[in-house]
């Protein structure tokens, strides 16, 4: 399912997703309006909370336009059709005035063994498809390191990962105690970063303190 404020052709398209069509609705795209809201120092008469008015929401709406932004919230799992439907929101490419890149941030998506490798494969195609369009792709992902009795974790998404050609790199980990977390920087192909292989990457999170 797909819906969105659009305007032809943008000069940013915010997708964002989540299986439950409800949590779009109900949580993600108010958080838009929320953060937007915030930005502009907006007051609201009810204690703190932000009074959601038709002239509220054509303000919104009319800010983003004027900034050439589009918003399409999608629901459902991960799947090639998944993939068709992100990939609609680019204009055709006899179409592009300009070439489009693409940044992918997720967060806690590599938690299970039984859709890690369902989550890589269309995170892959989806790159792949805006490389091939000849724009520029990667994705920012955040993890802990090991999600303790569901069998997922950073190795394992790593490890499947370089079997379907994509390559990552650290650019966040935490130094603390408690449950490590780190955000990756994944691209597909050859990628000349300080960690030239998910191999030697995944020896650096391991390494001792």
């Given at each position: 399912m797909v819906d969105d404020?659009?305007e032809?052709?943008?000069?940013?398209?915010?997708?964002?997703?989540?299986?439950?069509?409800?949590v779009?609705?109900l949580s993600?795209v108010?958080?838009?309006?929320?953060?937007?809201?915030?930005s502009?120092?907006?007051?609201?008469p009810c204690f703190?909370d932000?009074e959601?008015?038709?002239?509220?929401?054509?303000?919104?709406?009319d800010?983003?336009?004027r900034f050439g932004?589009n918003?399409s919230?999608?629901?459902?799992g991960w799947?090639p059709?998944?993939?068709?439907?992100?990939?609609s929101q680019h204009p055709?490419p006899n179409?592009?005035?300009v070439?489009?890149?693409?940044l992918i941030?997720?967060?806690?998506?590599?938690?299970?063994?039984?859709?890690i490798?369902?989550?890589?494969?269309t995170l892959?195609?989806?790159?792949?498809?805006?490389?091939?369009?000849?724009g520029r792709s990667?994705a920012?992902?955040?993890?802990k390191k090991?999600?303790?009795?569901?069998?997922g974790g950073?190795?394992?998404f790593?490890t499947v990962?370089?079997e379907?050609?994509g390559?990552?790199?650290?650019?966040?980990?935490n130094?603390?105690?408690?449950v490590g977390?780190?955000?990756?920087?994944?691209?597909v192909?050859?990628y000349?970063?300080?960690?030239h292989?998910?191999?030697?990457?995944?020896r650096r999170?391991?390494?001792p303190?």
């Amino acid at each position: 399912m797909v819906d969105d404020l659009r305007e032809p052709f943008p000069s940013v398209q915010l997708t964002v997703t989540d299986y439950n069509p409800s949590v779009l609705h109900l949580s993600t795209v108010p958080n838009l309006l929320l953060g937007w809201a915030n930005s502009l120092d907006i007051q609201s008469p009810c204690f703190g909370d932000l009074e959601v008015t038709q002239e509220l929401q054509q303000l919104f709406t009319d800010s983003l336009n004027r900034f050439g932004i589009n918003i399409s919230a999608v629901s459902g799992g991960w799947s090639p059709a998944f993939v068709d439907l992100i990939s609609s929101q680019h204009p055709p490419p006899n179409e592009r005035i300009v070439t489009c890149d693409t940044l992918i941030i997720a967060s806690e998506t590599i938690y299970s063994l039984s859709t890690i490798r369902l989550f890589t494969s269309t995170l892959l195609l989806l790159l792949k498809a805006t490389e091939e369009r000849g724009g520029r792709s990667l994705a920012l992902i955040a993890a802990k390191k090991v999600y303790f009795g569901v069998g997922g974790g950073v190795d394992e998404f790593l490890t499947v990962l370089d079997e379907m050609g994509g390559e990552a790199s650290v650019v966040w980990e935490n130094e603390g105690e408690g449950v490590g977390r780190v955000v990756l920087e994944v691209v597909v192909g050859a990628y000349d970063k300080r960690y030239h292989n998910t191999t030697e990457l995944m020896r650096r999170l391991h390494r001792p303190r």
